[in-house]
């Protein structure tokens, strides 16, 4: 069973700075998905970032990217330019490239980010 | 088409009552996921649908746990005899088939269950 961890309950970064959330996973699979979740206190969740396994390249959205360390087992997310908006729970979440699993999302704790002006 | 919609948006009940909530996905989505979160807590995957056969239940839903699906459209989660510990959020989200981000997961805005 593949699992998630985040070790950050909750960080906080003043505007326009940078912050960066971790998240370490475990898995035996060698190909999966990897999500960084944006849960707002509406409580929708929405998709941050992605990144395929077999990809080298970090994955990069705009003022999000994330650096990804496949040997590692480490995904962590860096917003830029942190705004207000982005203050909300960040999930980070696995997902196997596999048919068994259904496609179903393991979710870690979540981190809690403040964003101070 | 505005996204996964589930009603009600609260629900309070006492225990031992039984209560149903539903999920109606993105009309096109063939797969429909439930997952249960508590407070300060990530989701947990509870089950899923592909069209309307329901393909894989967690060992967090219990008997009292029943979720169909008819006609591959809206779902619905029926709690029976709740108890405290089933207070959290139910989310419930849809998706594609498939292997590609086609498949990525959109998510409804969750329906919040006290029971007291």
């Known amino acids: 069973a593949q699992t998630v961890t985040q070790s950050q309950p909750e960080m906080s970064v003043q505007e326009a700075e940078t912050v960066t959330l971790s998240c370490t996973y475990d898995t035996s699979e060698s190909d999966y998905y990897l999500f960084w979740y944006k849960q707002p206190p509406s409580r929708q969740m929405i998709l941050v970032i992605r990144?395929?396994?077999?990809?080298?390249q970090n994955a990069t959205e705009n003022r999000f990217s994330v650096n990804f360390q496949k040997a590692a087992k480490s995904f962590s997310l860096k917003i830029s330019d942190s705004q207000l908006g982005d203050a909300a729970m960040y999930f980070c979440?696995?997902?196997?490239?596999?048919?068994?699993?259904?496609?179903?999302?393991?979710f870690g704790e979540g981190t809690q980010l403040t964003v101070n002006p | 088409d505005t996204g996964v919609s589930q009603n009600p948006r609260h629900k309070i009940t006492k225990r031992g009552q039984n209560v149903t909530f539903r999920c109606d996905p993105i009309s096109e989505h063939n797969r429909l996921y439930w997952y249960r979160q508590t407070l300060g807590q990530g989701p947990e995957f509870l089950t899923y649908f592909q069209n309307e056969a329901q393909l894989e239940k967690s060992r967090l839903l219990s008997d009292r746990f029943s979720a169909e699906r008819p006609k591959g459209s809206f779902s619905t989660l029926e709690i029976q005899r709740t108890e405290q510990g089933d207070s959290a959020m139910y989310l419930c989200?849809?998706?594609?088939?498939?292997?590609?981000?086609?498949?990525?997961?959109?998510f409804g805005q969750g329906t919040r269950l006290t029971v007291v």
């Open positions: 990144q395929e396994a077999y990809k080298q």
């Open positions: 979440a696995y997902r196997s490239a596999g048919e068994t699993s259904g496609s179903r999302l393991t």
């Open positions: 989200a849809s998706s594609l088939r498939g292997f590609t981000w086609n498949a990525e997961a959109f």
